[in-house]
């Protein structure tokens, strides 16, 4: 999927990290890191555009955020950060 520049880099807290089991048994460590990076500077990874464009205004408003990823062999995980920043979520789709 093609990436969209963000509209804003305005940098958020993560709050407190958790790591889903099955992620932390599929999912190399270093994608796990570069994914939460790139989530905390507003790359909000493969979602789609509408979802992007909604990552940017949450931002602004202190919502809860939502990016998508995949690692080194092309599985797809999730970045979810609750709408209170208190807390951020790597997990795969089906733990949702």
């Not at 099955?22 to 994914?35: G, Y």
């Not at 939460?36 to 909000?44: A, E, I, K, T, V």
């Not at 979810?80 to 807390?87: F, N, P, V």
């Amino acid at each position: 999927m093609k990436t969209i520049p963000p509209i804003t880099r305005k940098p958020f807290p993560l709050g407190q990290t958790v790591v889903t089991p099955t992620v932390l048994a599929q999912i190399h460590a270093e994608d796990i890191s570069a994914a939460l990076s790139r989530h905390g500077q507003c790359d909000w990874g493969d979602c789609c555009p509408r979802d992007w464009r909604e990552n940017d205004k949450a931002v602004d408003k202190s919502l809860r955020l939502f990016s998508v990823y995949h690692d080194r062999n092309s599985v797809e995980f999730w970045v979810i950060t609750e709408a209170d920043w208190s807390a951020t979520t790597i997990l795969l789709p089906e733990d949702y």
